[in-house]
């Protein structure tokens, strides 16, 4: 079992950055970890993602170099730098993990693949 818990979000004006974080615990070992977004009726899409050793990361089309995953695997956190705010980033931001023993790779985008979610924290981007 993995417990996921989301930090960071709150009110932002346009142009602005927050730092999301999701803390681990239980059995966290060889998870690879991403990050969704979910704003009010619109699917679940991805936002980033990064592999257990945090040698890969993968990122949605629409982040085009504004935010950054990143993660610390002896405190068991991940990352989410968000620069460059726009109100359409506005979104609860989940996080989640994926269990990859050996480095195994994952279908990153595919929220279906992920084993376990946070609750979410809410980014709302104000223009």
């Known amino acids: 079992q993995v417990q996921l818990v989301e930090s960071g979000g709150g009110l932002v004006q346009a142009g602005g950055s927050l730092r999301l974080s999701c803390a681990a615990s239980?059995?966290?070992?060889?998870?690879?970890m991403g990050w969704f977004r979910q704003a009010p009726g619109k699917e679940r899409e991805f936002v980033a993602a990064?592999?257990?050793?945090?040698?890969?990361?993968y990122y949605g089309d629409f982040v085009k170099g504004r935010f950054t995953i990143s993660r610390d695997n002896a405190k068991n956190t991940v990352y989410l730098q968000m620069n460059s705010l726009k109100p359409e980033d506005t979104a609860v931001y989940y996080c989640?993990?994926?269990?990859?023993?050996?480095?195994?790779?994952?279908?990153?985008?595919?929220?279906?693949?992920?084993?376990?979610w946070g609750q979410g924290t809410q980014v709302t981007v104000s223009s």
């Open positions: 989640a993990a994926k269990y990859t023993p050996h480095g195994s790779s994952w279908s990153t985008r595919n929220a279906l693949e992920y084993d376990y």
């Open positions: 239980g059995r966290t070992f060889s998870y690879g």
């Open positions: 990064i592999s257990w050793s945090g040698g890969d990361t």
